[in-house]
């Protein structure tokens, strides 16, 4: 073996590209998804608790199927949704939204209530709160005024190479550059 991902494997999932932490990585996420699958059986993927996306192979696909159930709940096409994220629980104008948890942010810290500056002696990457996810009617008020939120991009990764989504994250209207000049994102832990 070179000490590489044959692949084949990175064909299936396009995991990490050391072989050992591919191999733990899919073990993990292997006996993850017995919960979600558990969960989804059970239909409590809404109240079952916070969904850490990264347990995920690919979480991507999952908000595309959260967004496809949506659409058949409210009888609408898929086109006609759009993405929302909350901070503060659940928007009243969601059919249908689940808790997400395990979010790591870089290059600010958040509080649940707005972005702010890392301190001196604060980490580089801290976990954010719990949002809550659903998929809107596109003429549903949006959950956060568009000036005083910034969206930030989702990463598989700290790597920053793919994306998963977009989140709005609340933050003060005159710092919105300021945060996209230090580079700020989400993305989902490792596993």
């Given at each position: 073996?070179?000490?590489?991902?044959?692949?084949q494997?990175?064909s299936?999932?396009?995991g990490?590209?050391?072989?050992?932490?591919y191999?733990?990585s899919?073990?993990a996420?292997t006996?993850?998804?017995?919960?979600?699958v558990?969960?989804a059986?059970?239909?409590?993927?809404?109240?079952?608790?916070?969904?850490?996306l990264?347990e995920?192979?690919?979480?991507?696909?999952?908000?595309?199927?959260?967004?496809?159930?949506?659409?058949?709940?409210?009888?609408?096409s898929?086109d006609s949704?759009?993405?929302?994220?909350s901070?503060?629980?659940?928007?009243?104008?969601?059919?249908?939204?689940?808790?997400?948890?395990?979010?790591?942010?870089?290059g600010?810290?958040?509080?649940?209530r707005?972005?702010?500056?890392?301190q001196?002696n604060?980490?580089?990457?801290?976990?954010?709160?719990?949002?809550?996810?659903?998929?809107?009617?596109?003429?549903a008020?949006?959950?956060?005024?568009?000036?005083?939120?910034?969206?930030?991009?989702?990463?598989?990764?700290?790597?920053?190479q793919?994306?998963?989504?977009?989140?709005?994250?609340?933050?003060?209207?005159?710092?919105?550059?300021?945060?996209?000049?230090?580079?700020?994102a989400?993305?989902?832990?490792?596993?």
């Open positions: 073996m070179k000490h590489e991902v044959p692949l494997w990175s299936l999932w396009d990490p590209e050391e072989p050992i932490r191999l733990r899919l073990v996420k006996l993850a998804l017995g919960t979600w558990e969960k059986q059970s239909s409590r993927l809404e109240s079952g608790g916070d969904l850490d990264s995920l192979f690919r979480p991507d696909t999952f908000l595309n199927a959260l967004r496809q159930q949506t659409a058949r709940a409210l009888a609408v898929m949704l759009k993405f929302s994220c901070w503060q629980g659940k928007s009243s104008q969601a059919k249908i939204a689940v808790k997400v948890s395990e979010l790591y942010l870089e600010c810290a958040f509080d649940g707005r972005l702010t500056e890392n001196r604060s980490p580089t990457v801290s976990m954010v709160p719990t949002c809550t996810i659903a998929w809107l009617p596109r003429d008020a949006d959950v956060y005024n568009e000036v005083d939120c910034i969206s930030l991009p989702l990463y598989f990764t700290a790597d920053r793919r994306i998963v989504t977009k989140i709005s994250v609340p933050c003060a209207a005159q710092q919105r550059q300021q945060w996209l000049q230090c580079g700020a989400l993305f989902l832990k490792e596993l």
